[in-house]
């Protein structure tokens, strides 16, 4: 079977990553899926930010969990890239146009510690609130543990970057090792979730070891590939 084509912060590479834009194209690209990173503004709102500061993501400077929703909204992000200019995006409309499609949204939570478990709680809160299918994923083997606890019923994925260990803790329902990693274990692959999938000749691999879900920059070409392999 074919992997499921996950467009990694939208559809990244010809749209400005997180915003709406990035999203519609992906959706138009025929994706199955969209994944986004969150982060905690200073007034409690999750939003769809990558990087700890807003500095290369937008015109503004500083840090995303110093500044209230309203801060933020004054800042552009979608003109770094070439866009059209671009409010920041909120985990809440993100979860109603994947609700409104009917996609899969893979919520990756940022900052595991710094806010002894806040932004699990409060991801849990808004999925709630949409009639979504929702994946939670972390790098963090104690932010999936938390989210776990709170939503049983929400897949999850554990992120693997540095080592891809043999098993993975029960609370995990899926490995999301890196394509590197995939790379490194010949005999890997099979159900797992991998990022980041844009080279072609991953994309042949991905498709070779059986791996679920591939997160790509570019749905419409990874797609392709798949479908010509
Ligand atoms: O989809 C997982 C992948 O996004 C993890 O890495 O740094 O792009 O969030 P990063
Ligand atoms: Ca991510």
New binding site residues.
């Given amino acids: 079977m074919s992997p499921e084509v996950v467009a ?1 912060r939208g559809a990244s590479t010809l749209r400005p990553e997180h915003t709406l834009a990035a999203y519609e194209l992906a959706l138009r690209q025929g994706a199955d899926g969209l ?1 986004c ?1 969150v982060r905690l503004t200073k007034d409690g709102h999750l939003v769809c930010v ?1 990087d700890r500061r807003i500095d290369r993501t937008s015109g503004g400077v500083g840090e995303v969990s110093a500044m209230t929703l309203d801060e933020l909204r004054r800042h552009d992000f979608g003109s770094w890239h070439g866009g059209e200019p671009a409010e920041v995006l909120t985990l809440d409309a993100l979860l109603g146009l994947a609700a409104d499609h009917g996609k899969r949204l ?1 919520v ?1 939570t940022k900052h595991p510690v710094r806010f002894g478990g806040l932004v699990e709680r409060r991801l849990a809160e808004e999925l709630g609130r949409h009639r979504v299918d929702a994946v939670m ?1 972390s790098f963090s083997v104690f932010a999936v543990h938390r989210f776990k606890k709170l939503k049983p019923e929400v897949p999850t994925v554990l ?1 693997y970057d540095r080592l891809w260990p043999r098993t993975k803790p029960h609370f995990a329902d899926y490995a ?1 090792p890196g394509v590197h990693l995939l790379r490194r274990h010949p005999d890997r692959g099979q159900g797992v979730y991998t ?2 999938v844009d080279d072609p000749a991953d994309i042949a691999l991905c498709r070779e070891r059986g791996v679920r879900f591939v ?1 790509t920059n570019n749905p419409e070409e990874t797609r392709g590939r798949l479908a010509d392999n």
Avoid: S, V
């Fill in positions: 990694h994944e990173d990558h893979f990756e994923m992120l999301g990022w980041t997160a």
